[in-house]
């Protein structure tokens, strides 16, 4: 007989389904799961803050973001940061999760070929908030060669494109920027880039070649320069059985590195839920972690009505759900609050 689990998840993007989520479908495998506004566990991201109302529960943090964990708020964590906190983390980078990525990755170096390859490189980008070494970076790789943009950012292409692998795979490179650099973030980005048959042109982890093979790709982090990089692009470019011998490299240092991932989180989730609501706690419920709680939750309030609180929620009420050009709307509301002196 299952162990039930009652268990909620907020603070997710819009329309997060867990039991479509690898990592999450694991604890239905498991586990009797009950979704409940009453939960025992409670699994929280960072696209909110529905959590700080859940004290007298097992606290789970989960980000794809580059956001750290905070202990004082939650008893687990999984995340991007390279460290070790006794039994209460797990790094898990975002990329692994996605098999519709990793498992094309995990094959790309098979069967080289330039046959379908008609465009240079690609950029697929829809999120205008990001790292200005992005848009620096295609501007002057755009220089060089054309660059086709397939997102709704910075788009060339007539509109965004309806299929990222499919549109990645014609191109022999494609940029793989992160929103922004730290190490150990390393997201879906690169991976895809790998499974689409490129040399990706990566920047944002500046430790990603611990992990991914430094053949196998262009590291922006080994460059002192743009200009270095774009003249590393160049040759490979110009050299056809360079840029075969890339491609013809396997992605992963470790092969096996996805599998053993996978089968680390199912342990770790496995090792949460297997004891008592009571004795998986972990961080402090006393007077000084309530009263840190409480200020918390005040300044969630106070920005909640400020201009910058009430601009965000317009958008995502408002313009994100009915235009297609929702990240451009946002730079521009983004902006707006800039000069009123509130910071979103």
Partial sequence: MKKTLRIKFVDFYPNFNPQKVSIWQSLWRHYDVQLSDEPEWLVYSVFGNEHLNYNNCVKIFFTGENQAPDFNLCDYALGFEHMQFGDRYLR???????????????????????????????FVVSNANS????????????????????GRWRNNVG?????????????????????TSHPGYTTEKLAQSFAAQTV??????????????????????????????????????????LWLQMVGTPALRDPQLVERTMADVEAFLCHIFDQTPLDARRFSRDYWALKQLKIRQKLVRTYR??????AERFYVTFIRPFTRNHASVWSRVQRMNRKLHFKS
């Fill in 92 to 122: 898990f980078p975002l990329w692994v999760m996605y098999p519709q990525d990793t498992q094309p990755m995990l094959h790309k170096h098979e069967q080289p070929s330039l046959a379908q390859k008609s465009g240079f490189c690609s």
């Fill in 200 to 241: 990706p042109i990566y920047w944002g982890d500046p430790l990603v070649a611990d992990v991914f093979n430094p053949d196998a790709f262009v590291n922006c982090h080994d460059f002192a320069s743009w200009d270095e990089v774009i003249d590393r692009i160049r040759q490979i470019d110009n050299d056809d059985a």
């Fill in 305 to 310: 009505w400020s201009p910058a609180g009430l």
């Fill in 131 to 150: 790292s200005a070494e992005r848009e620096t970076f295609f501007d002057l790789l755009s220089r060089y060669k054309t660059v086709n943009s397939g």
């Fill in 159 to 179: 509109g965004p494109v309806a299929d990222k692998l499919e549109f990645q795979s014609r191109h022999k490179f494609s940029i793989a920027f992160e929103n």
